[in-house]
Nanobody
Framework: QVQLVESGGNLVQPGGSLRLSCVASGNIVNSYTMGWYRQAPGQEREMVATIRSGGSTNYADSVKGRFTISRDHAENTINLQMDSLEPADTAVYYC???????????????WGQGTQVTVSS
């Protein structure tokens, strides 16, 4: 069973930076698609950034140029560096791991508990 534990959420002023981390159980960060999602109050959960096993990355348009996703295989960790934060970035941020489809076994999503990011002056 994959477990994901996020950390790094905090209160920050507009224009500030935060770095979120997600530690995964097992050596999965190089073989699963890993990512960050967020959910603001009253809104649906949305993709923020993902990194595939081959290393390619994908970002939501709203965070391109401000956020950077990375992974550390030795530490079984993925990180999200968030710069130039805006009040609209306020949300609970969730770490996600997708186990790829294996033959007839479908792909499976795993989620962390979430970490709160609040951007406010």
């Amino acid at each position: 069973q994959v477990q994901l534990v996020e950390s790094g959420g905090n209160l920050v002023q507009p224009g500030g930076s935060l770095r979120l981390s997600c530690v995964a159980s097992g050596n999965i960060v190089n073989s699963y698609t890993m990512g960050w999602y967020r959910q603001a109050p009253g809104q649906e959960r949305e993709m923020v950034a993902t990194i595939r096993s081959g290393g390619s990355t994908n970002y939501a348009d709203s965070v391109k140029g401000r956020f950077t996703i990375s992974r550390d295989h030795a530490e079984n960790t993925i990180n999200l560096q968030m710069d130039s934060l805006e009040p609209a970035d306020t949300a609970v941020y969730y770490c996600n791991a997708v186990r790829p489809k294996r033959g007839f076994v479908p792909a499976r999503h795993y989620w962390g508990q979430g970490t709160q990011v609040t951007v406010s002056s």
